[in-house]
């Protein structure tokens, strides 16, 4: 019998030998795949409402600090620090808000952090220079604008001079008001209204999944980012638990206004895929030069809020439009600037291999009704999946989710790829199923092996996590080097919540066939309601799914949108005064196909 070497890695035991592979440690991987794999909180907020145990993770403010990364989020009772926007590790600070930051503030003013998250929308700007151990100061002096404060942007000019940027309502404006650094950052003067939402005039405005509500759009989140010498004002809409919620953004020459309408809105969107929903985020500039932008993703499951953070490539043309590339944007893509073609272009090309192949367990389903917030009825959630079958664990919908009826060492999950592949990367998204786990506790982690066969008889671990003391929602494993199978399996040993729950098992690499070929007679025509357009295409043997692309010029298609199967789709985002181009390509498990021909609509 061959021997085993164990390994001890950044606190996981990593088990190698001739036929056992070796998983890089996460300090070491070149590569990260959204959701952001970092040990959200159970929201706790809502308690005493509704006893509902959820993560979430949303509203990202990210600053760069001394050198390190700051992301600040709602209601999370503390922050979380990186060296290298790949390993995060979560602060507990010496004070804080009691009841967690909500939509919280952060910027760098002089030699410190300042933030504002008050729960209540009343309260002083908060400082330190210590953010790692977060000995948070106030200056006693209470903000007390006339609708309180509402998902606040802090905003610091190169001049010194500070703006608070504020609101999260489907009634009133975004608004700005410049506070006085000399004393006690108070306002100077009254706040001053900047703009709106027109879901009249822009499409991706409206309400509802696939914006098909009538609801009134909510409009939240603003932050700003100054590019030579312009003032670009993102905003959030319509509403954090669609599959269609952006970032949008407005422009001026002045931190002021007024602000002008980006005619390439949305700036962030991403309506389908794994993960959808790309708004409410924070757009920041890296130590090499490159811009990043981090987003609120819905998962909306237990409750409406149940979100997660995504971080895309993001940056400025040359003529200033403003981009966020969501391109394929829950697969691979490089850290390393040296592997990618260039920062804009950061996807591995690593497809997904496990799309609805055949998958088994040798665990029941469980029989159990589902404690959620359920507001389907009144407009405000997609409705709820309740087919917790083993089929859940593999087709590329975070809402729908396998629940196992056990929780021990004995469960698997086993994959069949249907052909050997190469596999570079994995993925495993835990949810929560009747979770009764509030706040922080230090008992939550993940436990488990992944093991790859050819045959289906002889197996090998190609990641072993049976000791992890890590909390990994998300687990994103890259590979040390590719693996050739066939199957790939998942041995449960642990997870904290009573219920072993997985939403998806991903797994990434290249398939050994062919590409698809390009999609024929691609056709796009607009709607009398010139929101809309309707684009077609004729499907593409072999292909898995489709990523249609569009935009205001030809050169610059930077929106996007990944569908599986489908050949068509109701674009419903449009502006009715722009013209557009589109652009349409197919994807398998082998790679990517040559994009058609750019059409042009009036």
């Known amino acids: 019998m061959k021997s085993l070497i164990f390994t001890f890695l950044t606190g996981l035991f990593v088990v190698t030998s001739s036929f056992a592979q070796t998983v890089k440690s996460k300090e070491n991987f070149k590569t990260y795949c959204n959701p952001l794999d970092i040990d959200y909180s159970y929201m706790s907020h809502y308690r005493a409402s509704y006893d509902v145990s959820y993560r979430s993770g949303a509203d990202p403010a990210v600053v760069r600090y001394k050198g390190k990364y700051y992301l600040f989020v709602t209601r999370s009772h503390g922050y979380w620090v990186s060296d290298d926007l790949s390993n995060w590790k979560f602060i507990r600070p010496q004070s804080w808000y ?16 300042i933030a504002y998250g008050d729960p209540s ?3 002083p700007i908060i400082e330190t220079d210590n953010p790692e151990l977060g000995d948070w100061k106030t200056n006693f002096a209470v903000i ?22 504020e609101e999260s309502s489907n009634k009133w404006p975004i608004r700005v008001v410049e506070l006085d650094t000399a004393n006690y950052f108070i306002p100077k003067g009254e706040e001053k209204d900047l703009f709106k939402l027109h879901p009249e005039k822009h499409g991706w405005e409206r309400f509802g999944q696939n914006h098909t509500s009538d609801i009134d759009p909510y409009i939240e989140g603003p932050w700003m980012v100054k590019h030579n010498g312009t003032y670009y004002l993102e905003f959030g809409a319509p509403g954090t638990q669609w599959n269609v919620y952006a970032d949008g953004v407005y422009t001026s020459d002045s931190p002021m206004g007024p602000f002008k309408y980006a005619p390439y809105n949305p700036v962030s969107y991403k309506p ?31 409750y409406k809020f149940e979100r997660r953070i995504g971080m895309y490539p993001a940056g400025f043309e040359d003529d200033g439009q403003m981009y966020v590339n969501t391109a394929y944007g829950d697969y691979p893509h490089y850290l390393d600037l040296s592997e990618a073609k260039d920062h804009k272009h950061r996807f591995t090309g690593w497809m997904l291999l496990s799309y609805k192949k055949p998958v088994s367990t040798n665990s029941p389903v469980v029989k159990k ?4 917030v359920d507001e389907s009825g009144e407009g405000y959630m997609q409705e709820q999946i309740k087919d917790f079958s083993i089929q859940s664990i593999n087709d590329e919908n975070i809402r729908s989710y396998w629940v196992s009826e056990a929780n021990n060492d004995s469960i698997y999950v086993q994959v069949d790829l249907q052909k050997p592949m190469r596999v570079r990367a994995l993925q495993i998204n835990f949810q929560d199923f009747n979770s009764h786990i509030f706040g922080r506790p230090d008992t939550l982690r993940q436990q488990f092996k992944i093991k790859a066969s050819l045959d289906g008889k002889s197996w090998k671990t190609i990641a072993d996590y049976s000791e992890n003391k890590k909390d990994m929602p998300h687990a994103y494993i890259e590979l ?6 066939r199957y790939i399996r998942y041995d449960h040993k642990y997870v904290t919540n009573n219920f072993l729950s997985i939403s998806e098992f991903r797994i990434f690499g290249k398939g050994q066939g062919p590409k698809p070929k390009t999609p024929k007679h691609f056709k796009v025509e607009r709607q009398e309601d010139r929101r809309n357009a309707d684009l077609s295409w004729e499907k593409v043997k072999g292909a898995t799914g489709y990523v249609l692309y569009w935009g205001i010029e030809k050169n610059k298609l930077n929106l996007s949108v990944l569908m599986y199967n489908d050949s068509d789709y109701e674009i419903r985002a ?14 398998n498990e082998n790679g990517i196909s040559e994009k058609s021909k750019i059409l042009h609509v009036d």
Not at 98 to 110: E, L, M, R
């Open 144 to 165: 007390n604008l006339s609708n309180g404060i509402q998902d606040p942007d802090l905003f610091v000019d190169d001049d010194g001079r500070v703006y608070l940027y």
């Open 480 to 485: 040390q080097e590719p693996v050739e199978a």
């Open 272 to 302: 389908g895929g794994f993960l959808t929903g790309s708004g409410h985020g924070s757009t920041i500039k890296d130590k090499n030069g490159n811009y990043w932008h981090f987003a609120t993703m819905a998962i909306s499951v237990n």
């Open 98 to 113: 009691f009841k967690g930051s909500n939509a919280p503030a952060a910027a760098v003013y002089k030699d410190k952090i």
């Open 574 to 587: 449009l502006n009715t005064d722009q013209d557009y181009y589109f652009q349409v390509e197919a994807f």
């Open 369 to 372: 009704d589902i404690n959620v």
């Open 121 to 123: 929308g009343r309260g």
